[in-house]
Nanobody, 116 residues
Framework: QVQLVESGGGLVQAGGSLRLSCAAS????????MAWYRQAPEKQREFVAS???????NYAGSVKGRFTVSRDNAKNTMYLQMNSLKPEDTAVYYC??????????WGQGTQVTVSS
């Protein structure tokens, strides 16, 4: 079992920056893949970025060049540095992890609000 706890969300003006963190704990905290998803009001949850255990990254086109995902395996923590934020980035951001055994876990989400 893995528990994921996000932090770092908040309110920021357009053009600003935020850094999200996702701390993983539990017996299988060393996950093969970790990722960020987001869900805006009345929209489906969408992929934002992912990072593998060895640091391979992948980004949604809408955030490429503005967001950077990283992880510290020693701390079982993943980060999302978000720069040049836009109002359309407003959403609840969720941390996701998949273990080597294929089990999937989600955090409770953290709200990011970007004002224009």
């Amino acid at each position: 079992q893995v528990q994921l706890v996000e932090s770092g969300g908040g309110l920021v003006q357009a053009g600003g920056s935020l850094r999200l963190s996702c701390a993983a704990s539990g017996s299988s905290a060393s996950s093969a893949t970790m990722a960020w998803y987001r869900q805006a009001p009345e929209k489906q949850r969408e992929f934002v970025a992912s990072v593998s255990k060895i640091g391979e990254t992948n980004y949604a086109g809408s955030v490429k060049g503005r967001f950077t995902v990283s992880r510290d395996n020693a701390k079982n923590t993943m980060y999302l540095q978000m720069n040049s934020l836009k109002p359309e980035d407003t959403a609840v951001y969720y941390c996701y992890a998949r273990s080597y055994g294929g089990f999937e876990y989600w955090g409770q989400g953290t709200q990011v609000t970007v004002s224009s």
